[in-house]
């Protein structure tokens, strides 16, 4: 698996991941509607301004991911795995590749407190918390400096 530039088409299906409104804010923050629609989410994920990814299982997309520059730092956003393919290892994979892309490059994201499964991993590849997100009540920011 590779990652490749995301599509509309990618995204409509990754939209699709998400069976509810708590689930969609887990993955995508409180700014997505819900139900997600490929054309408003893209703007409402600032589409443009980031660099979307998604990591295929053949042709078909088993995860995505949305990075941008954030405070001097690689941001990794909107981390998703497809449900099919959840539980194997493809987030740990995804974001290891990541780093191994960008090997001199410090990491941040954010992630709801109450995401134990995302924490729990984060901290393992070395992610600490450095605070809260204003703009997103319970949301943790995470760093990860390019020396560990």
């Known amino acids: 698996?590779?990652?490749?530039p995301a599509t509309m088409d990618d995204l409509a299906?990754?939209?699709?991941?998400f069976d509810s409104p708590r689930a969609l804010t887990l993955w995508g923050g409180p700014r997505l509607g819900y139900p997600p629609e490929p054309a408003r989410l893209a703007r409402e994920m600032d589409w443009p301004a980031?660099?979307?990814l998604v990591w295929r299982r053949g042709e078909v997309p088993a995860a995505f991911v949305q990075l941008f520059?954030?405070?001097?730092r690689r941001h990794v956003a909107r981390?998703?795995?497809?449900?099919?393919?959840r539980g194997q290892?493809?987030?740990?994979?995804?974001?290891?590749?990541?780093?191994?892309?960008?090997?001199r490059e410090d990491?941040?994201?954010?992630?709801?407190?109450?995401?134990?499964?995302?924490?729990?991993?984060?901290h393992s590849l070395g992610f600490e918390v450095s605070g809260m997100l204003d703009d997103?009540?319970?949301c943790l920011m995470m760093v990860r400096l390019h020396d560990r």
């Open 107 to 122: 990491f941040s994201l954010a992630v709801y407190e109450d995401n134990a499964p995302a924490l729990y991993l984060y």
């Open 136 to 138: 997103a009540p319970g």
């Open 69 to 72: 520059i954030r405070q001097g």
């Open 89 to 103: 290892g493809l987030a740990r994979a995804l974001l290891s590749e990541l780093f191994r892309c960008y090997p």
């Open 1 to 4: 698996m590779q990652l490749q």
């Open 79 to 85: 981390l998703a795995v497809a449900p099919a393919d």
């Open 50 to 52: 980031a660099q979307n």
């Open 13 to 17: 299906l990754v939209g699709r991941w």
